[in-house]
């Protein structure tokens, strides 16, 4: 592990903000389909988060459809000054709970103008635009028309930046000679290291790398290594593996995302973790034994 970086802040869409944000996806029903099982613990977590001073919060119109942005507008409109709102578009929901492309300039610019609608907003702060050529994972795919059509609802006003998801390297290096892009937000974690070339090159050029399944997802992060490390350190192996993500490269911006007020608490603390050098060597191994599995 080459970087380590403690800052509490970064500069991010013409803002600093706390490296330690919040996303929003946990707060959907089942299958991030339908209203929260709990909406009052939906609405404490949102208050609960920007109070502890969380000033970045991702979610999407396709979380529900419609419920967390309905529900970040709900518990923090009007919002703080401070406040980064990050959207994505590129997909909608099917009845049955499916995730259906949506790609065409008319998709993009309806999804950009529900994004507005529910979130209460003039202008979205950032859009990532999420990429689904492949069933799972980054798959390569001509991005020029969707990217072109994105920075056309940025020319009008409507998108301040732009961003791009479940992105392959090359996806990367064409939307960037396409539209300035402010960060990637791929799947990253301390057993998946799959960007760790594209976290570096992204850190060179001052853009974000905001992983999505910093403690696993919907498959929790289990192992040895990171159980005998917090246990160590006095943590939970949660704080570990978000205290690893920010101390790998000064570019990488947290969203874990919890329904639990309880769990948000312990996730924040995380930023204040600072794990010693003795420790990075076993955590680096959950990545390459990952890897070789
Ligand atoms: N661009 C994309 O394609 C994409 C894909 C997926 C997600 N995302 C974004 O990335 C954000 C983060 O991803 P994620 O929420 O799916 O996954 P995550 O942050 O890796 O993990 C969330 C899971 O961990 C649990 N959890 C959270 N904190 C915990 C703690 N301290 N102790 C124990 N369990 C804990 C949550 O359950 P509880 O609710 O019980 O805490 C939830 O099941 C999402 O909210 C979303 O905004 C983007």
Redesign the pocket.
């Known amino acids: 592990m080459p970087n380590t970086a403690t800052a509490a802040t970064a500069q991010f869409a013409g803002r600093t903000i706390n490296r330690m944000g919040y996303?929003?996806?946990?707060l959907a029903g089942p299958g991030v389909y339908g209203p929260p099982r709990d909406r009052q613990a939906a609405l404490e977590v949102l208050r609960a988060a920007v109070a502890a001073g969380v000033n970045h919060i991702?979610?999407?119109d396709f979380?529900g459809p419609h419920v967390t942005n309905q529900l970040i507008r709900e518990a923090l409109h009007p919002y703080p000054d401070d406040l980064v709102i990050v959207t994505?578009i590129g997909a909608r929901r099917g009845e049955d709970k499916s995730w259906i492309p949506a790609f065409s300039a008319a998709e993009l610019t309806e999804a950009v103008h529900d994004n507005l609608r529910n979130l209460g907003l003039d202008a979205l702060d950032v859009v990532?635009l999420?990429f689904m050529f492949g069933h799972l994972g980054p798959a390569e795919g001509d991005i020029e028309a969707p990217l072109t059509a994105l920075a056309e609802l940025q020319r009008q006003g409507l998108v301040r930046h732009i961003g791009v998801?479940?992105a392959t390297a090359k996806q990367v290096a064409d939307a960037r000679r396409i539209a300035p892009i402010v960060c990637v937000?791929n799947?990253y974690?301390v057993a998946h290291r799959e960007d760790d070339a594209l976290v570096d090159d992204l850190a060179a050029s001052g853009i974000a790398f905001v992983p999505?399944?910093?403690?696993?997802?919907?498959t929790?992060l289990q192992s040895d290594e990171l159980s005998e490390v917090a246990a160590g350190l006095h943590a939970?192996p949660?704080?570990v593996a978000l205290a690893w993500l920010l101390q790998r490269a000064p570019n990488i911006l947290l969203?874990?995302?919890?329904?639990?007020p309880a769990?948000?608490a312990?996730?924040l603390a995380a930023a204040g973790l600072v794990l010693p050098e003795a420790v990075l060597g076993s955590l680096d191994r959950i990545g390459r034994v990952a890897a070789d599995a």
């Open positions: 996303g929003a996806m946990q991702d979610t999407s979380y994505k990532n999420r998801s479940n937000q799947l974690n999505f399944f910093p403690l696993g997802g919907f929790r939970t949660m704080q969203i874990p995302g919890t329904s639990s769990h948000l312990e996730n």
